[in-house]
């Protein structure tokens, strides 16, 4: 009787396991727990009292380091501290990128919401991609071939 939950478990686990070695889907699974705690933050600083527009610079301050942390870690195993400097450089980059989108859908009448929606994923990728080859690369190792 418990054999089909034991073959059911085993099969749900691995499925798992197969979609978390996906590198770029562990990058957005661990952009919603970055997003979430970004939010979370900047709710504590308003709920504390802040104005607003410190508990944006402290909740976005907090979020890069939280984020490069996530994505370090989780995503592209890398636990190197001395990154932070190009993951804040690609951070930087694609928010000016988003901002500059965001104006020039604008330009064109398309609201804000609507181009957010738009450019979401397309800047997301764009992220991920940056952060591989730039942030978190991994040079001069080569994989040893399968015996």
Known sequence: MLEPLR????????????????????FFVVGGVNTAFGFA?????????LPR??????????????????????VFRNR?????FRFFAVYMSTYLLTVGL???????????LVAMAIIVLPVNILTFLLQRRFVFRTV???KKPDA
Do not use: H, M, P
């Open 140 to 142: 001069g190792i080569a």
């Open 80 to 84: 190197n501290n001395r990154l932070i």
């Open 102 to 112: 965001l104006k020039l859908f604008d330009l064109y009448g398309i609201g804000s």
């Open 53 to 74: 527009e410190l508990a944006v610079f402290l909740g976005l301050l907090c979020g890069i380091l939280f984020n490069f942390k996530t994505y370090g870690t989780f």
């Open 41 to 49: 933050v900047y709710a504590l600083f308003i709920v504390l009292g």
């Open 7 to 26: 073959r059911l478990w085993s099969d749900t686990t691995n499925l798992v396991r197969k979609l978390w070695s996906i590198q770029i889907l562990r």
